[in-house]
């Protein structure tokens, strides 16, 4: 049991398991876009343990590049529209893969998915490191998936809990 802030979690996916199943996501993508030189684009903060053990075993030609998602208020009635900060990269016919710590409502992802088609990119696909298909709001494809979790708040291996805990090396669940 660990202690984040106020909040008390469990162990649920040890390093080990981790590191497993991310090398043979990395494999997949390996296969899937030996030809296509893809653009790797990694979502701070919450992905970066996820992206730097993945990449530990893309041996691939790629690009690999770092945003920031920041929110503001829209005045259109899609409500809170997502800003991508930081990407510099040309999109247009690149073959775009999205790497996050977690799809929870999909709602982020759906947008940075529109975002950068709308941008020109040839195709994007996410790898996520974790999905709560439960919480599902808006539906997003996630081709690359390392654990489908239930719909239950998760802390570390990047992921934070009020901005603590992303640097735990296993991934902890909120105690019941
Ligand atoms: P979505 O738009 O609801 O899919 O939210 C995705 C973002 O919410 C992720 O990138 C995380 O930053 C955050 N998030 C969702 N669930 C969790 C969780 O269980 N622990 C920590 N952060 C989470």
């Known amino acids: 049991m660990i202690t984040v802030k106020d909040k008390t979690f469990v ?16 494999y ?9 030189t893809p653009l790797f684009i990694v979502v701070l903060k919450g992905a970066f343990l996820f992206a730097a053990e993945l990449f530990k075993h893309v041996t691939i030609p790629c690009e690999i590049t ?8 829209s005045m259109e009635s899609s409500g809170r529209i997502k800003q991508i900060i930081g990407l510099e990269e040309p999109i247009e016919g690149r073959h775009v893969v999205i ?19 709308e941008k020109g990119a040839e195709s994007v696909e996410v790898a996520t490191l974790l999905h709560k298909p439960e919480a599902m709001r808006e539906p997003v494809v996630t081709r690359y998936v390392g ?6 708040f998760v802390v570390g291996f990047g992921l934070d809990y009020d901005e603590q805990g992303r640097n735990l090396d296993a991934v902890y669940i909120l105690a019941d």
């Not at 997949?28 to 296509?36: F, G, P, Q, T």
């Not at 799809?103 to 998915?113: F, W, Y």
């Not at 654990?147 to 239950?152: A, G, L």
């Open 11 to 26: 162990p649920f996916l040890e390093p080990t398991t981790l590191n497993a199943r991310i090398t043979e996501l990395a």
């Open 147 to 152: 654990f489908e979790i239930e719909n239950r």
């Open 99 to 117: 790497v996050e710590d977690i799809v929870d409502t999909g709602l982020t992802m759906a947008q940075l998915v529109r975002q950068l088609k």
């Open 66 to 73: 770092f945003v920031r998602l920041a929110s503001y208020q």
């Open 28 to 36: 997949e993508l390996n296969h899937d876009y030996h030809d296509k």
